[in-house]
């Protein structure tokens, strides 16, 4: 992959993270990333497409009750 693929990678995967809190009724992420117990300032990054880890996706994906197989579906 480029440099630019990853970039794209990373905003879908951050615009999809942000589509799941909503739908899970968390208006703000400051609520949601409180709730859960994570950094607000990082979750903040996240959903801005920077420094996410494969350790916080999946505890982010833990939340919300999907798989990585069913989160990445139509990612690409």
Known sequence: MTKLTYSRLEKRVSQKLKALRIAG???SYEN???EHDIDRKHYWGIEKGKNI???TLHRI???HKISFEDFFKGIR
């Open 53 to 55: 880890t494969i350790k």
């Open 61 to 63: 994906l833990e939340i």
């Open 32 to 34: 949601f990333a409180i």
């Open 25 to 27: 009724r968390y208006t």
